[in-house]
């Protein structure tokens, strides 16, 4: 099984409708990221969250929201999807007490569609 | 915004050749990663480097972390068709509370 899972894997939906995408861990990780990947726009981040109580915004955090379940849960949400937030999402992990520095773990990925 | 300037954006090459992308910024970095994302798979590290003028291997990558702390290069050589993919770099900055910043990305294409 994969350290960092991510579901849905492929979602397509209309503007205007909610959508939540899931991330588990399995590493034991506390710190955990939302990035968006868009092409030759690299992997910008979301939100993080560096313990169940810590939630912090990143760059690009407008028409998001997150939410830390539990140390190996942390779901990004969409209130109102719109086209231009059709992309590729990812969920990362890090510990930088175990890798000694802040080096992200990556799930594969959910591709949002938004018609 | 984006503050590393990766390149080039995309490489198509013949198997066998070498490698060579780099990444730049105006500013100061104390930790640059390697990352390369397979299709349909998220980001997988290749490299970490913690120290300037580091050069460290893993196979065929050689990636080194700059004098100045203000960029990194990523070698390989004798490139093969599974080194097909979207390679990353990343930095960490003293003051960016151990947020990654990420490079735009080198989509890298291998000609069998």
């Known amino acids: 099984d994969a350290d960092v899972t991510q579901t849905p894997r492929n979602r397509i939906t209309k503007t205007g409708k909610r959508i939540m995408l899931e991330c588990s861990q399995t590493k034991g990780h506390d710190r955990m990221y939302w990035y968006r990947q868009d092409p030759g726009l690299g992997l910008r981040l979301i939100y993080y969250s560096f313990d169940v109580k810590d939630i912090n915004k990143g760059e690009i955090s407008d028409g998001y929201s997150v939410s830390r379940q539990a140390q190996a849960k942390f779901s990004l949400s969409l209130e109102s999807a719109i086209p231009n937030q059709t992309a590729l999402y990812f969920c990362a992990t890090s510990d930088p007490r175990i890798s000694g520095a802040n080096v992200l773990t990556f799930g594969a990925g959910s591709r949002l569609t938004v018609l | 915004g984006q503050q590393l300037n990766q390149s080039p954006q995309s490489m198509f090459i013949q198997e066998g050749e070498d490698v060579s992308m780099n990444c730049t910024s105006s500013s100061i970095f104390n930790t640059w990663l390697w990352y390369k994302q397979d299709p349909g798979e998220g980001p997988v590290l290749l490299i970490a480097?913690?120290?300037?003028?580091e050069l460290t291997s893993n196979g065929r990558l050689t990636a080194q972390f700059g004098i100045t702390r203000k960029d990194s290069f990523l070698n390989i050589s004798a490139s093969i068709p599974s080194d097909v993919g979207i390679y990353f770099c990343?930095?960490?900055?003293?003051?960016?509370?151990?947020?990654?910043?990420f490079g735009e990305g080198t989509q890298l294409t291998v000609n069998p």
């Open positions: 990343a930095g960490l900055q003293e003051t960016s509370g151990s947020r990654l910043t």
């Open positions: 480097l913690y120290k300037a003028g």
